[in-house]
């Protein structure tokens, strides 16, 4: 039996979808038809059911599905370690991440990263989280990295950083907004003018979240300005336009410069993980060198990004 075949059989069987399956597979579809084709022959038997508008698993297309699977694991995981001992991780890792996490979060690890794999070629492109979910169902990236839980069960996400979002205040006029002690009562938090991201962001639904989850209604908020992207707020907020909520790791330098300030709210804490996201069918061992590299990482002691030390 031939592996590509079947690795075209199982990739048509999951989409259901011939066109599709020519997409993730960088196939023609008269190649996919053809190597489904030919797979029946060599088995003898049909394994689809093809109609005008859908295709559809036979009885003997079902138990295949079920042992290709098993079959394209192993195969998998027979390369992978057959690769371990060659002492030899190499080749590209393509990574998808939000925008905070692959602006603020990865850059600094992926530097220690290739320092001890430098036969990996890494390309990081920063994409929202349908985006991330679409690329790793096409097979265009290996790894992606998200800002809170998706709900797509054909992924696996596990966290691997948890991020502390604050509300930032220029150091200029922060003391007039809010007092010497950089923590805010609860209540005081509607009065001040705040800059959010967007309706729907990662950011944007940890901060509601966990306003909800005290008794705050985040329709509340004074809200004078939305924008789509961290670095356009910290400038808005640096020109003493209003204060903001983000991830603490996006205002590492700002803190240093003592050019904003980080401001805690009274007894609630905004917190959320980081996770990473990948198709267990398309793990590569650069992924899965990486996966193990950032989880040490961070577990390590070394805080998110040095912030906590």
Do not use: C, W
């Amino acid at each position: 039996m031939n592996l590509e075949h079947l690795k075209v059989f199982y990739t048509a069987a999951t989409k259901r979808n011939f066109s599709e399956t020519a997409k993730i597979l960088h196939l023609s579809q008269p190649s996919v038809s053809l190597q489904i084709r030919q797979l029946e022959e060599h088995l003898n038997i049909k394994l689809f059911e093809r109609t005008t508008k859908k295709i559809a698993l036979t009885p003997a297309g079902e138990l295949l599905y079920q042992y290709a699977e098993k079959i394209i694991r192993l195969v998998h995981k027979t390369e992978k370690e057959i690769e371990i001992l060659s002492e030899s991780i190499h080749g590209e890792l393509h990574v998808g991440a939000s925008l905070t996490v692959g602006e603020h979060v990865l850059p600094y690890v992926l530097g220690e990263y290739i320092k001890e794999f430098p036969n990996v070629d890494i390309k990081l492109k920063i994409l929202n989280s349908e985006q991330i979910i679409e690329h790793l169902k096409n097979g265009i990236i290996n790894l992606g990295f998200i800002e809170s839980m998706i709900s797509y069960p054909d992924l696996t996400q596990k966290p691997f950083l948890e991020d502390e979002l604050v509300i930032i205040a220029p150091s200029s006029y922060a003391d007039i907004l809010i007092g010497e002690n950089d923590v805010i009562e609860p209540n005081d938090v509607f009065s001040l003018p705040i800059i959010l991201r967007e309706k729907g962001s990662g950011t944007r639904q940890v901060v509601e979240e966990h306003l909800r989850k005290n008794g705050m209604d985040p329709d509340r908020l004074n809200v004078i300005l939305e924008l789509e992207n961290t670095e356009s707020i910290k400038s808005a907020v640096e020109s003493g336009m209003g204060v903001s909520i983000i991830s603490k790791s996006a205002i590492r330098k700002e803190l240093k410069l003592k050019t904003l300030r980080a401001i805690s709210i009274e007894g609630i804490k905004l917190t959320r993980y980081f996770y990473f996201v990948y198709d267990e069918m398309n793990i590569t061992l650069p992924s899965e060198s990486f996966i193990s590299f950032i989880t040490k990482y961070f577990s390590s002691g070394q805080g998110i990004l040095g912030l906590d030390n």
